[in-house]
């Protein structure tokens, strides 16, 4: 059940049974002996503290009767539940930013209109199909997939959202030849009909069309980054680039919304989008978006293109909002890390603050006697009890909030669109805390204000 649970928080990459998730008799037996060893030191510690005591110092003090040792005395248990509570704001904050960090990552706008939509993987190279035999098997397997109930529409592209494939080129404007200037962007084949199935938008010009086939002219929608990098403050349309291997200058016919490559938050991109007809390439997905729920449409587009040629493999198909959640499985892995040992934590230090606060209490059972039979109020005892609980708690906070700043500046590479000093975050997890620390001091000190004078004096 527990191996289960582990591998219920795989990234949706890692398909079912891909690894090994047993237990291990020798993870059980250094638990065990940690677990133990811990026992004996802390258990010998106070021992050890006891038997090299003064009698007589103890016996002045009132201990040997459950006596008045004094709060500040207590050194080595309030050190401990500082030390509790500074790791409590450690692991909460580092929950806190990451959470954060996926609600930004979430509402980002990729470019795109991601629901209802999935792609899928194959290449052509493996059939040995010479380019015109593969363009007319590009145009039937668009054909197939279009005319499946609950497609909307499908499109062709050699590298699909957040693949991280696809070919890299330097790219010259004209009039530009020096090769040091050039700027590498992303040459992105696609089929007529690409932006209007990823749904993004074109903001100057057009889209290609079925008119921009082999033969003609060879032209490219370039996604805005690119227009501006090389075009800045003009208007791209007409303007011509050429890959630095090639001769042919390629004019713009249209310029496109910026949109994610490779992950969400990333900078925008240079993009040149060329026709697929006048750039034949093998290794393409086919990307669809339907009408409804993708997964119940993937089977019947998978099986209709696989009639087309049942020994071509049909790699990765997978949903849009899959490889999105792919993307952030590391910051959402750390936030359930983060926020479970935070909880942990913070369970520890109320604990131990409600202990520390109890066992004073106890201890000074005649002393708060005393206070009571000179006028003081139960008010005063429960402002002087949870008054220390709150000044351990304030002290561990105070000592984590240091820690947590530079523990999580080592996570900033993995935040979005949040600093690792967030004041926010850093602030409700300090409430978080100071209030539970209230509530654990709150138990022993109203215990504390309903102590009978008259019994506690008998004590002495």
């Known amino acids: 059940m527990g191996s289960q649970l582990v591998w219920s928080f795989r990234p949706v990459f890692l398909q079912a049974d891909s690894l090994r998730i047993q237990t291990d008799w020798r993870v ?12 004996i030191l802390f258990g010998v510690v106070p021992a050890v503290r006891t038997s090299i005591g ?8 009132g201990g040997g009767r459950g006596g008045t040792e004094v709060f500040t005395r207590s050194r080595l248990r309030s050190g401990l539940v500082v030390g509790q509570v500074a790791l ?45 035999r593969g363009r007319e098997f590009l145009r039937s397997m668009l054909a197939r997939a279009t005319n499946v109930p609950g497609v909307h529409s499908a499109a062709l592209a050699a590298s699909r959202p957040f693949a991280g494939g696809g070919l890299l080129g330097t790219l010259l404007k004209e009039g530009e030849d020096d090769p040091n200037r050039g700027l590498l962007a992303l040459i992105n084949e696609v089929s007529p009909g690409y932006f209007d199935t990823m749904r993004i938008p074109i ?33 791209a349309i007409g303007k011509r680039f050429r890959l630095r291997i090639e001769a042919n200058y390629i004019q ?32 393409m997905a086919l990307v669809v978006r339907t009408d409804g729920k993708p997964s119940a449409v993937m089977p019947g587009v998978l099986k209709q293109v696989q009639s087309l040629n049942s020994n071509m493999a049909l790699t990765n198909p997978r949903t ?10 590391a910051p959402r892995m750390g936030a359930a890390l983060f926020g479970i040992f935070g909880l942990l934590a913070m369970a520890l230090a109320s604990v131990g603050i409600y202990g520390v606060m109890a066992y004073n209490v106890a201890q000074r059972t005649n002393e708060i006697g005393i ?36 523990v999580t500046r080592l996570l900033e590479t993995l935040l979005f669109n949040v600093q690792a000093y967030d004041p926010l975050t ?11 620390a209230f509530v654990a001091g709150w138990l022993p000190a109203r215990r504390a204000a309903g102590i009978d004078p008259v019994m506690a004096l008998r004590v002495e």
Not at 28 to 39: E, I, N, Q, R, W
Not at 217 to 229: E, I, K, T
Not at 258 to 282: C, T
Not at 426 to 435: F, T
């Open 28 to 39: 059980f037996a250094f638990t065990t002996a940690v677990t133990l060893l811990t026992g």
């Open 54 to 61: 003064d009698l007589g110092e103890v016996l002045k003090s």
């Open 88 to 132: 409590a704001i450690v692991a909460l904050a580092g929950a806190g930013l990451f959470i954060r960090s996926m609600d930004h990552a979430e509402k980002t706008n990729p470019g795109f209109e991601a629901h209802n939509l999935f792609t899928f993987n194959f290449d052509l190279g493996s059939q040995r199909f010479a380019p015109d």
């Open 203 to 235: 903001i100057a010009g057009r889209g290609l069309t079925v008119f921009d086939r082999q033969g003609s002219a060879p032209v490219a929608v370039v996604s805005q980054a690119l227009a501006q990098h090389f075009w800045p403050g003009e208007n």
């Open 252 to 283: 713009v016919i249209g310029v496109s919304a910026n949109s994610v490559v490779l992950a969400i938050g990333e900078r925008p991109q240079p993009v040149a989008y060329l026709s697929v007809d006048q750039r034949y390439q093998s290794a």
């Open 320 to 329: 849009i909002q899959e490889d999105i959640a792919a993307g952030l499985w």
């Open 371 to 406: 206070r009571m039979a000179m006028g003081a109020r139960p008010g005063d005892v429960r402002s002087l009890v949870v008054g220390h609980g709150m000044r351990l708690a304030a002290a561990g906070i105070a000592v984590g909030v240091v820690c947590g700043l530079v």
């Open 426 to 436: 850093y602030a409700s997890v300090s409430a978080l805390i100071a209030a539970v």
